[in-house]
C-alpha cells in the first residue's frame, strides 16, 4: 500500500483498484495496531467475511476494515465492500459508509444499498443526502440494471417528510405513480403519512383509497393526520372503520380531542378505551386524559385516574405527576398537586413549573416563590414556561419588587430571552399593583408591538385603580395604534369605547373594521355533576333543560338584587338600550351554570364552574350576591385564575 505518512488519506489498493483514497486515519491506525495474536487479524477474506456477518462494533470494524485494505481482499471477495457498508451503517458511521459507496468498485452499488443508505439518512434532519442519492441513482446507465424500487420510493418519500419538502415528494409521488407503484402498501403508507404531516388531508386520503390493501399504519397514519389537522369529524370516521384499534389509534383520538378543546369527547373516548380488553391505557393517554380534566376542572375524574394509575401499577413518571399536579390544581385542589408534588424523590423542570403556576392560579404567589426558589438551590434552570408561571404569581399577590427582579434577570441568569408572555404577565403585574404609568410606559418601549392581551391588562389595571384619566389616554394611543393597521385591537377598542360610554367611538371602530368580521371568543362554562359534563354558552339554548334553567335563573337573579346586586351593563356591545344591556349580561354562561346548579344539587354543597373567558365584572358581582343569599360556596376557575365567592366576598379580593 502507499502510505504516506502525515498524511490523513491514504491510498487502498485492496478496495480500490487503483482509484480509491479511502482509508481514515483511524484505519490506518488500526492496521498498525493488529498483531498475530488479535482475533480480528485474519488474512483469509472469507473469514474477514464471515467477521463482518457478526456486525462488529466501530473499532472492530474499522480493524477489519483495514485488513481487506491491507490484504487486497475485494479482489477475491467482491462481496466485502457491500458487507462493510451495511456494518457502517448500523454503526451510525454514515460518513464512513457513504465514502465507501461513492468508491464503489465497478459494476454500481445495488439497489439494496442505496436503499441502505437512502434510509439511513433520512432519519437525519436537515439532510438533502436521500434526494441527492436518489438522483445520483436515476442517472445510472440503464444498462446496469439498477433502478429504483419500491422501497426505495418509500425511503425517499419518508425523508421528504422529515424534510419538510412537499414539493420534491409530490415529484416523488408522481414518479411513483408512474412506476406502478403507489398503491404498494409501504409507497402509499410513506405518502399518506407525507401528506398528512403537511396537512393536505384530501391528498392523503386519495392515496388511501387507492391503495389495495392496509395495515395498521395506513388507517393510523390518516387517522393521526385529521387528528392533528383539527378535523376531529373526519377522524371519528376513519376510527370506527379501523379493523383492530390499539392504543396508539386510541391515543390519537384522545390527544385530538383535547387539541382541538374538544375535553368532553376527549373523557368520553377515554372511557370507551377503557371497555376495550385489547388495548391498556400507557403513558400518553393517561396524561391526555388527565389534560382534559385539567381543562374542565373535572375533579372527580381526575381523582378517579389517580387511584386508576395506582391500581394498574402503571409507573408514576415525571410527566403523568406533571399531568396530576397540573389537573389537582386546576380543580382547585391545591392541596392534592402539593402532596404529589412533595411525594417526588426527584423533580424535574416540568413538576416545578405544574406546582408553581398552579399556586400562582390560586392567587399563591408568595408559595409560587418559595417553590422556584427551591428549585434555583436544587440546580434546576426554569424555562420560560416556568418564569411565565412564577411572574403570574407574583401578579395575583402583588409582589411587584419580586417580579421585576426576575423579570429584569431573565436573560442574564437564566438564559430565557422576554417574550411578548412575559411582557404581558409583567404589565398585568404593574397595573394590578396600581404602578399603571410605569406599565403603560413599558408597553411603549416594548421591543415588540403590545398585543390584546397586554392592552386588556393595563385597561383592566385602570379599572381596578379606578383611573378613568389614564383609561381615556391609553384608548386614544390604542387608536392610533389600531389605525395604523395594527391588527387584534379593533374588537379592545370597540369594547373599551363602549365600556367608557362612548357610543360614537364604537360606531367609528365597527366602521373601521369594515366587512373584516373580529370574531370575539365565544364564552363558554363547564360544570361536572354526577360525573356528567354541562357545557353552557351566553344565551345558551342548546341545553336539554334550558327553560328550566332560564327560569330558575330569573328566580337568582330576582333574588340576587334583594341581597343587593345592581346589574353592570358597561362592558355589553353597544347596540342595545339600557334594558337590553341587563339582558345581555344576565345570560352569560357562568350565570347559567349557577343556575342550573342551584337546581340540581342539594342545598350547602359547592358549585364548581369552569370558564374559558375572563369572567366580567357583572358575573364577578352577582356571584358574590348569590354566594350569599343561597349560603353556597362557589368556585369559579376562569382563564386567569380561581375565585372562591363565600359569604359575599371574593378570594381574589375583586383583584383579578
Ligand atoms: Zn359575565
Ligand atoms: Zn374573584
Given at each position: 500500500m ?11 489498493p ?12 483511524t ?8 498483531t498475530?495474536n488479535?482475533p ?16 462488529p462494533?466501530?473499532?472492530?470494524l474499522k480493524?477489519i476494515?483495514a ?7 475485494v ?13 457502517y451503517?448500523s ?9 465507501l ?5 465497478f459494476?454500481?452499488p445495488?439497489t439494496?444499498?442505496?436503499n ?6 433520512s432519519?437525519?434532519r436537515?439532510c438533502?443526502?436521500?434526494?441527492k442519492l436518489f438522483r445520483q441513482?436515476?442517472a445510472l446507465?440503464?444498462?446496469s440494471?439498477v ?5 426505495t420510493?418509500t ?6 417528510s ?6 420534491n415528494g ?5 414518479m ?9 402498501l409501504?409507497v402509499?403508507?410513506a405518502l399518506i403519512?407525507?401528506?398528512?404531516v403537511?396537512g393536505k388531508m384530501?391528498?392523503?386520503?386519495k392515496v388511501f383509497d387507492?391503495?389495495?390493501d ?8 390518516l387517522l393521526?393526520g385529521y ?9 371519528c370516521?376513519i ?6 384499534r390499539n392504543?396508539?389509534?386510541?391515543t390519537?383520538?384522545i390527544?385530538?380531542f383535547?387539541?382541538?378543546?374538544k375535553?368532553?369527547?376527549?373523557l368520553?373516548n377515554?372511557?370507551?378505551?377503557l371497555?376495550d380488553d385489547?388495548?391498556q391505557?400507557?403513558e400518553?393517554?393517561i396524561v391526555?386524559a388527565l389534560?382534559?380534566?385539567a381543562?374542565?376542572g373535572?375533579?372527580d375524574?381526575?381523582?378517579?385516574i389517580h387511584?386508576?394509575?395506582?391500581k394498574l401499577r402503571?409507573?408514576?413518571s415525571?410527566n403523568?405527576c406533571?399531568a396530576?399536579?397540573?389537573t389537582y ?5 391545591i392541596?392534592c398537586?402539593?402532596r404529589?408534588?412533595?411525594g417526588l424523590?426527584r ?7 405544574s ?10 404567589g408568595?408559595?409560587?416563590?418559595h417553590v422556584f426558589h ?5 440546580n434546576?434552570?426554569p424555562?420560560?414556561?416556568?418564569l411565565?408561571?412564577v411572574l ?16 429584569y434577570n ?13 411582557y404581558g ?6 397595573s394590578?399593583?396600581?404602578c ?5 410606559d413599558m ?5 415588540m408591538n403590545?398585543d390584546?392581551?397586554i392592552w ?8 381596578i ?13 390604542i387608536?392610533q395604534?389600531v ?7 379593533e374588537?379592545?377598542?370597540?369594547n373599551?369605547?363602549a ?12 366602521k ?9 371568543n365565544?364564552?363558554?362554562s363547564?360544570?361536572e ?13 342548546l341545553h ?8 330558575k ?10 341581597g343587593?346586586y345592581v346589574?353592570?351593563?358597561m362592558?355589553?356591545s353597544?347596540d342595545l338600550n339600557e334594558?337590553?344591556?341587563?339582558q345581555?349580561v ?15 344539587t342539594?342545598p ?13 365584572e ?6 358574590k350576591?348569590?354566594?350569599?343569599v ?6 369559579v376557575?376562569?382563564?386567569s385564575?380561581?375565585h372562591s365567592?363565600?359569604?359575599g366576598?371574593?378570594?381574589c379580593?375583586d383583584?383579578?
Amino acid at each position: 500500500m502507499h502510505a504516506s505518512s502525515g498524511n490523513k488519506v491514504i491510498a487502498l489498493p485492496g478496495l480500490t483498484t487503483g482509484r480509491l483514497h479511502f482509508c481514515s486515519s483511524t484505519t490506518f491506525l488500526a492496521i498498525r495496531r493488529s498483531t498475530k495474536n488479535d482475533p480480528f487479524v485474519q488474512s483469509n477474506p472469507k473469514s474477514l467475511s464471515e467477521l463482518l456477518s457478526h456486525r462488529p462494533r466501530l473499532p472492530q470494524l474499522k480493524q477489519i476494515h483495514a485488513q481487506v485494505v491491507v490484504f487486497q481482499a475485494v479482489s477475491s471477495y467482491p462481496s466485502l465492500p457491500d458487507s462493510l457498508i451495511h456494518c457502517y451503517v448500523s454503526s451510525k458511521d454514515l460518513t464512513s459508509a457513504r465514502t465507501l459507496f461513492n468508491y464503489y468498485p465497478f459494476p454500481p452499488p445495488p439497489t439494496l444499498l442505496w436503499n441502505i443508505l437512502i434510509r439511513a439518512h433520512s432519519k437525519l434532519r436537515n439532510c438533502q443526502e436521500p434526494f441527492k442519492l436518489f438522483r445520483q441513482m436515476l442517472a445510472l446507465d440503464p444498462a446496469s440494471l439498477v433502478f429504483p424500487d419500491k422501497y426505495t420510493f418509500t425511503f425517499v418519500v419518508t425523508s421528504c417528510s422529515h424534510q419538510a419538502d412537499l414539493v420534491n415528494g409530490e415529484i416523488v409521488h408522481g414518479m411513483a405513480g408512474k412506476k406502478g407503484l403507489e398503491s404498494d402498501l409501504y409507497v402509499g403508507n410513506a405518502l399518506i403519512s407525507m401528506y398528512s404531516v403537511f396537512g393536505k388531508m384530501e391528498d392523503a386520503h386519495k392515496v388511501f383509497d387507492e391503495m389495495s390493501d392496509w395495515d395498521v399504519f395506513s388507517w393510523t397514519s390518516l387517522l393521526c393526520g385529521y387528528a392533528k389537522h383539527g378535523d376531529m369529524c373526519r377522524a371519528c370516521e376513519i376510527f370506527v372503520q379501523i379493523p383492530v384499534r390499539n392504543s396508539v389509534s386510541w391515543t390519537v383520538m384522545i390527544s385530538g380531542f383535547v387539541g382541538a378543546g374538544k375535553y368532553v369527547e376527549a373523557l368520553n373516548n377515554f372511557h370507551d378505551m377503557l371497555c376495550d380488553d385489547k388495548v391498556q391505557a400507557n403513558e400518553a393517554i393517561i396524561v391526555c386524559a388527565l389534560s382534559a380534566c385539567a381543562h374542565l376542572g373535572a375533579l372527580d375524574q381526575g381523582n378517579w385516574i389517580h387511584v386508576y394509575i395506582g391500581k394498574l401499577r402503571i409507573p408514576e413518571s415525571s410527566n403523568i405527576c406533571t399531568a396530576l399536579i397540573d389537573t389537582y390544581a386546576k380543580c382547585g385542589r391545591i392541596d392534592c398537586a402539593t402532596r404529589v408534588f412533595n411525594g417526588l424523590s426527584r423533580r424535574d423542570v416540568h413538576n416545578y413549573t405544574s406546582m408553581i403556576s398552579g399556586l400562582a392560579i390560586h392567587g399563591l404567589g408568595k408559595d409560587a416563590l418559595h417553590v422556584f426558589h427551591q428549585m434555583l438551590a436544587e440546580n434546576v434552570d426554569p424555562n420560560e414556561v416556568t418564569l411565565l408561571g412564577v411572574l403570574n404569581g407574583c401578579s395575583h399577590s402583588g409582589l411587584v419588587e419580586d417580579g421585576s427582579s426576575i423579570f429584569y434577570n431573565m436573560e442574564s441568569l437564566w438564559g430565557v430571552m422576554p417574550k411578548i408572555e412575559h411582557y404581558g404577565c409583567y404589565v398585568d403585574l404593574l397595573s394590578r399593583a396600581g404602578c399603571l404609568e410605569r406599565a403603560f410606559d413599558m408597553v411603549k418601549s416594548m421591543p415588540m408591538n403590545p398585543d390584546i392581551v397586554i392592552w386588556r391588562a393595563l385597561l383592566n389595571g385602570c379599572r381596578i385603580h379606578r383611573n378613568a384619566n389614564l383609561a381615556e389616554c391609553i384608548v386614544n394611543h390604542i387608536g392610533q395604534v389600531v389605525s395604523r393597521g395594527c391588527n387584534g385591537g379593533e374588537v379592545l377598542l370597540s369594547n373599551l369605547y363602549a365600556s367608557l360610554g362612548r357610543w360614537e367611538g364604537v360606531a367609528q371602530v365597527r366602521k373601521l373594521m369594515g366587512e373584516r368580521k373580529a370574531e370575539s371568543n365565544l364564552g363558554l362554562s363547564w360544570i361536572e355533576l354526577g360525573g356528567v359534563f354541562h357545557e353552557f354558552q351566553v344565551a345558551d339554548s342548546l341545553h336539554p333543560q334550558i327553560t328550566e334553567i332560564r327560569h330558575k335563573l330569573k328566580e337568582v337573579m330576582e333574588k340576587a338584587r334583594l341581597g343587593g346586586y345592581v346589574a353592570n351593563t358597561m362592558q355589553v356591545s353597544f347596540d342595545l338600550n339600557e334594558e337590553d344591556k341587563e339582558q345581555a349580561v344576565a345570560w352569560h354562561s357562568e350565570k347559567l351554570a349557577v343556575a342550573f346548579a342551584l337546581m340540581s344539587t342539594p342545598p350547602g354543597t359547592s358549585i364548581r364552574i369552569v370558564k374559558n373567558l375572563r369572567t366580567c365584572e357583572d358575573c364577578h358581582t352577582a356571584l358574590k350576591a348569590i354566594s350569599k343569599v343561597y349560603g353556597r360556596e362557589i368556585i369559579v376557575r376562569d382563564r386567569s385564575r380561581f375565585h372562591s365567592f363565600r359569604q359575599g366576598d371574593c378570594s381574589c379580593n375583586d383583584y383579578w
